[in-house]
Structures are given as structure tokens and as C-alpha cells.
């Protein structure tokens, strides 16, 4: 078997455990059956919109963490030039106010896997 086969038939092997699993416990006890489908169809539904959702925070963080990294090179590499005109707090307060937005928008993705963390320790 090939590595790239290896993650995708481990899937598959947990996907049919699974799967048979819920069909045993619905042949022994149908009103399960009533249960799970509605559960089923919940969770794929959160699952739908969590994933897009992720989607969208990651990258909203990337867009608004690329500025701070560009306007820190830029101060480093102009580090002498802003010395000698003394505008080391303008550099800082631009510099406070390029996290202040990214942790506004990378803030949001923290609850979803805070919670899966907290849930799975």
C-alpha cells in the first residue's frame, strides 16, 4: 500500500466501524433509529457551516496579519531613519493598532477550537 492510501484507508476503516457500529445499536433497538437520523442531520449541518466558517476566519487572519509583518520589516530595515526624526510612536501606535485589528479578527476563530480542546482533554 502506497503512503498516500495509508491516511485514506485508515478513514475508511474508522468511516465502516462506525458505521456499523450505529447499525447494530439500531437492529437492537429501534427507537435509537427515531434518534439518530435527526442527530445525523444536525450535525451535518453544523459541520457544513463550522467548516465555512473556519474557512472565512483563517482567512481574514492571514489578510490582516500580513500587514503587521510588512510594516514590521519596514521599521526594522528603516529603524535609523525613524530614530533620527523621532517618530517612534507614530511607528508604535501603527504598528499596536495592525494587532489590535488581526487579534479582532483571529478572536473569533478561538471559540470554536477552544471548545473542541476543552472538550477532548
Not at 26 to 32: G, I, L, S
Not at 36 to 58: D, K, N
Not at 90 to 109: M, T
Request: charge should be positive; aromatic fraction near 12%; proline fraction near 6%.
Amino acid at each position: 500500500m502506497t503512503l498516500s492510501l495509508r491516511p485514506f484507508a485508515a478513514w475508511i476503516l474508522c468511516f465502516l466501524s462506525i458505521l456499523s457500529t450505529i447499525i447494530m445499536i439500531c437492529m437492537a433497538t429501534p427507537v435509537f433509529t427515531i434518534i439518530v437520523i435527526p442527530l445525523g442531520i444536525i450535525y451535518v449541518s453544523i459541520q457544513v457551516f463550522y467548516v465555512a466558517t473556519s474557512r472565512q476566519l483563517r482567512r481574514l487572519d492571514s489578510v490582516t496579519r500580513s500587514p503587521i509583518y510588512s510594516h514590521f520589516s519596514e521599521t526594522v530595515l528603516g529603524l535609523p531613519v525613524i530614530r533620527a526624526f523621532e517618530h517612534q510612536k507614530r511607528f508604535k501606535k501603527q504598528n499596536e493598532v495592525g494587532i489590535d485589528i488581526n487579534q479582532n479578527v483571529s478572536f473569533p476563530g478561538l471559540y470554536p477550537t477552544g471548545g473542541l480542546q476543552f472538550a477532548w482533554s
